[in-house]
């Protein structure tokens, strides 16, 4: 675990050092010495904390990288030693997520994403003015302006940086000239990816992307070289509105195809004039023939069309197309929007096939990396079908739109993670939208979560009506055992009670919908939390509209009340005026976190668009607006629709924090944060209440109660490892012996609930 801020030294070390080793475990010491020596490093607050994850009884080596979504492949020789790393952005998102070679295997190395600039959309790496080193083309950062901007490529200190490029348009995006004089932008949308490449065989990079129509495909050259420039220079003119002379109906996945070599085609369709735009290009040169042949992917279907270039350099003429592409191997197939990327993936010198979904919601979830590996050569490349969840299979990917929440499930001492997601893809229906249970199988320094139960609660008996699950723990009933409250996506509340007893581990009641009548907006997700600190839980909920309503626990410690109108007082449907929608977006989508920072309550919520934000000066403002913290700057963008949740779950009196997010996945950092008050889903456990002995015990077990303790009564508890009480007792003397030969062998948790706190023991009866 490192905490630098001088990502240009500490990281290109980090990666030279792995080269090196080619070992982790051996080169982490190395850097820790490094880091701790006097050099100017500052700590930061918050970076990466790398977690074990297992699924299957196998260990996955990028188990919370967030999971993939709608992603977009590059490559980019990030530290300059020759030897390409694997940059996939996320649209669903805006996330970069840089991966780097590690024994035979890509490593997902997020400390890299600081390289890159703010990425919208879609991004192309491509080496336009020849040095070299890959400059990068994005989507236009101008609100309501469609386009192209682009990013110098240079090294500093040998790792990868970039330099915005700067043109006389008023929008600062690449334009073109206009043949009545003047500029505009060239317009590519949002949703389209576009390709840039050498067209015309000149050497400079030109720009193929789908007219506004959406039907044809329109070819702007670069001339800089034909106009005696230097290829560092960027001069466009639109030359051809019909490459290729295809036309694009978007009724079949059959293009349109012209007669011959300097001819457009006429829609097939009569009543096709306009379609709307949404279109993928790839080009290569897949035959040879010294022109640039097309893949084509289309808003409307889940293949990959492959279009032939009879033409040449000049004027390309598309005379073929194959809508199975690879026809010789298993076609792509991918629902909705697929799109292809070249690139070597195992590093043999032959570039590989990847295809993904190019739609950032609504589509495939995980199956979303098709690798075809390049069974020929670069030259008349053959692609063979490989795999279709490349890199995702190392991740921890639960489909769409991630909750987690902290909780000792088996009580065993080590926080679990339970996880609601919004659902997985499956052909236009919502399908495994529930709860899934991560068992902690670490230590309590060393975390490790391994995937028990997909179905835990069995919450997909309640789809497809209800899905979008988010969990939160507490206990509501004052039986000193923790519940659990799910918001769903049509904004209600499901309640299930644990009735297993303190302790042991949890076993919860049927579950109980529209708990206490309360529904808020679309997408709740709520919090178990005493924020006014009369010791009642309190429930916090989050919604898509952006905004956190807080309904005040009204009951008493055994028999919560809450009213649900969140506009009636004492409730606040507006919580300290927070708002997480962004100026012009109308979802916020809150998803509130409280907790103690040492002794200062603290607010972190997950949002919208890709950020979390903090809220201090709480308790004073209960009523009130909260103040926004500037720690929000510093916290780790993890995609859309992000589901912070925090506990220290290495034993380092620092908060760890676990943030869920639309692309499925979860993802771990470590915080500034000191823990403070115990959070709802910890049971309070005293250890050193009592003392027992014999353990194990054959006969009878001796309770002695410690010098600290008070003469109030206290309850024993006797449990089983199926969670059963076993045998239950009333003590007010400080040694107690407990008749215990009648019970059969094995192991049973010891329970003692007392004025003081409540404390557990482990206890082994042998006969």
């Not at 196998?58 to 999971?67: D, E, H, R, T, V």
């Not at 950062?141 to 192209?148: E, K, S, Y």
């Not at 270039?309 to 004027?315: A, F, L, Q, S």
């Not at 952006?546 to 606040?572: C, H, K, L, M, W």
Request: glycine residues 8%.
């Amino acid at each position: 675990m490192f905490r630098f801020e001088d990502r240009l030294g500490g990281v290109l070390f980090l990666l030279k050092i792995n080269k090196l080793v080619n070992n982790r475990r051996i080169y982490i010491p190395i850097l820790l010495f490094f880091f701790t020596y006097p050099f100017s490093l500052n700590a930061q607050s918050f970076g990466p904390l790398v977690i074990e994850g297992k699924v299957n009884d196998q260990i996955l080596s990028n188990a919370f990288s967030g999971g993939l979504n709608s992603p977009q492949f590059n490559s980019l020789d990030i530290d300059n030693d020759g030897e390409d790393e694997i940059c996939v952005f996320d649209r669903a998102g805006n996330v970069m997520l840089p991966f780097v070679w590690e024994n035979g295997a890509w490593k997902h190395e997020p400390s890299l994403a600081s390289v890159f600039p703010e990425i919208k959309e879609w991004v192309i790496l491509r080496d336009y003015n020849d040095d070299g080193i890959q400059d990068l083309f994005t989507y236009s950062d101008v609100p309501g302006i469609d386009g192209i901007i682009v990013y110098k490529g240079f090294y500093d200190n040998d790792l990868i940086a970039f330099e915005r490029v700067h043109f006389t348009d008023p929008f600062n995006v690449l334009f073109f000239e206009l043949p009545g004089g003047g500029r505009t932008n060239l317009r590519v949308t949002r949703i389209d990816y576009p390709a840039i490449d050498d067209m015309d065989c000149d050497g400079d990079l030109d720009v193929l992307t789908f007219n506004v129509s959406g039907g044809q495909i329109e070819l702007f050259q670069n001339m800089s070289v034909e106009q005696g420039f230097e290829k560092d220079t960027i001069i466009l003119k639109l030359v051809d509105f019909c490459w290729g002379g295809i036309f694009e109906t978007g009724f079949t996945k059959e293009i349109d195809l012209a007669p011959k070599q300097g001819e457009c085609a006429s829609p097939s369709n009569p009543l096709v004039e306009f379609r709307h735009a949404g279109s993928t290009i790839l080009t290569m040169d897949i035959d040879n023939d010294g022109d640039k042949d097309a893949l084509l992917g289309d808003l409307s279907f889940d293949n990959i069309n492959l279009l032939k270039n009879d033409g040449d350099c000049d004027e390309a003429w598309i005379s073929e197309q194959d809508i199975n592409f690879p026809s010789n191997s298993l076609p792509v197939n991918i629902f909705s929007f697929p799109a292809a990327f070249w690139m070597d993936v195992d590093r043999d010198g032959m570039k590989d096939l990847v295809a993904a979904p190019n739609l950032a919601r609504g589509g495939e979830d995980r199956l979303v990396a098709w690798l075809y590996k390049n069974t020929a050569d670069n030259e008349t490349p053959v692609f063979e079908f490989q795999k279709n969840r490349f890199l995702v299979e190392d991740m921890i990917d639960l489909g769409s739109n991630t909750h987690p929440a902290f909780v000792d499930v088996d009580q065993d001492g080590l926080l679990d993670l339970v996880v609601g997601n919004a659902g997985i893809f499956n052909d236009f229906e919502i399908s495994r939208s529930g709860l899934f249970y991560f068992r902690n199988i670490g230590t309590a320094n060393e975390p490790a979560y391994e995937l028990i139960d997909s179905n835990y609660l069995n919450m997909n008996q309640f789809n497809p009506d209800f899905f979008n699950f988010a969990p939160s723990f507490g206990d509501i009933d004052g039986d000193l055992d923790l519940d659990i409250i799910v918001g769903e996506e049509g904004g209600g509340l499901f309640f299930a009670e644990n009735t297993a007893g303190p302790g042991v581990p949890m076993s919860f009641g049927s579950w109980q919908y529209s708990f206490q009548n309360i529904v808020v907006g679309l997408s709740s997700t709520p919090q178990l939390f005493d924020l006014n600190e009369d010791g009642l839980l309190d429930l916090i909920v989050g919604e898509k509209d952006g905004n956190i309503n807080y309904f005040q626990n009204q009951g008493s410690r055994e028999n919560p009340v809450f009213a649900s109108d969140p506009t009636q007082a004492p409730n606040n449907f507006f919580l300290g005026m927070v708002d997480t929608r962004q100026p012009g977006f109308i979802q916020g989508a809150s998803h509130p976190f409280f907790f103690y920072d040492m002794d200062e309550l603290l607010l972190v919520t997950g949002t919208e668009n890709s950020r979390l934000e903090v809220y201090e000066d709480i308790q004073s403002t209960l009523d009130g607006s909260f103040t926004f913290s500037e720690k929000s700057a510093e916290l780790p963008h993890t995609g859309f629709r992000t589901a912070p949740a925090l506990a220290d779950i290495n034993n380092d009196g620092l908060l760890e924090m676990v943030v869920g997010n639309e692309r499925g996945g979860l993802s771990f950092f470590y915080t500034p944060w000191e823990k403070g008050q115990t959070t709802p889903a910890e049971e309070v456990f005293t250890e050193d209440l009592f003392t027992v002995f014999p353990n194990p015990v054959n006969q009878r077990l001796t309770v002695v109660r410690s010098e600290g303790a008070g003469a109030e009564p206290w309850q024993l508890e006797l449990y089983n490892i199926n969670g059963q009480l076993m045998k239950n007792a009333i003590i007010g003397e400080k040694n107690f012996e407990w008749k215990l030969s009648d019970l059969p062998a094995g192991l049973y948790v010891l329970k003692v609930l007392s004025p003081e706190g409540v404390g557990s023991k482990k206890i082994m009866i042998q006969h």
